[in-house]
């Protein structure tokens, strides 16, 4: 991105950050910009990375909380973003972790395809979530065995590639989404399957935020997988 728009985002109330080492090499960044959204001021963070090699040492959460307490002086009172719903550390940092709210399902929000290795090949669709500073929403970490749940989108291994096994969509009141534990190698291993992952959770995610339900929680384990549990509206904390 050119140094003069991120030098006048911050001129207007954004944020451009980065998490430094002790040598002064940067390790991650974030960039968001602030703006009017139906009628409140509310900030957009747009980028956020961490280079590979630090990643998992919560470098990302510490940006994040660094871009909440700089907008918080400003009297900025919510964030929003987006992340792919089929990038399980995303899910889990997002949901489990900052206990964000999703409130869109976005099919290809940048376009069909863009210039990132991270899209190429399965689009761009994406949850916008929103983080609002003074309402911790609580998220219970689900399981894929809770009995009360239905699956409608399910996981199927075969020859070591996950499959994705889609069930007829009920009115049930709580039903889960899986979704791989890698999306970026799978992508790399069998990129038919990945597409197929797209548009399964597409599916889903599609009818049932259509339907009122909501995100509630994600669930990541070596023994039940990977995925959302969403709820009915009645039964959304």
Not at 28 to 42: A, L, P
């Amino acid at each position: 991105m050119s140094p003069a728009f991120l030098m006048v985002t911050q001129k207007m109330g954004g944020i451009v950050a980065g998490a430094f080492d002790s040598g002064g090499r940067m390790l991650g960044f974030v960039f968001g910009m602030t703006g009017v959204s139906r009628g409140q001021v509310c900030h957009w963070s747009h980028m956020l990375a961490v280079r590979a090699s630090h990643r998992d040492q919560g470098i990302g959460a510490r940006l994040k909380d660094y871009q909440k307490r700089s907008l918080l002086r400003s009297g900025v009172e919510s964030m929003r973003w987006t992340y792919d719903p089929l990038v399980a550390r995303n899910a889990h940092v997002n949901l489990n972790r900052l206990g964000v709210r999703v409130i869109e399902y976005v099919p290809d929000f940048y376009g069909s395809e863009t210039k990132s290795s991270l899209d190429r090949g399965i689009g761009t669709d994406r949850f916008v979530v929103e983080w609002s500073f003074g309402e911790q929403v609580d998220h219970p970490v689900p399981s894929a065995t809770d009995a009360d749940a239905v699956h409608v989108v399910d996981s199927d291994a075969d020859e070591g590639r996950p499959q994705p096994v889609s069930h007829p969509f009920t009115s049930h009141p709580a039903v889960t989404v899986a979704v791989p534990s890698d999306i970026q190698t799978l992508k790399t291993v069998d990129l038919k399957v990945a597409r197929a992952w797209r548009r399964a959770t597409r599916a889903a995610f599609t009818h049932y935020l259509g339907q009122g339900y909501r995100v509630v929680g994600f669930y990541a384990s070596p023994a039940s997988g990977r995925g959302y549990r969403l709820e009915a509206p009645e039964r959304t904390i």
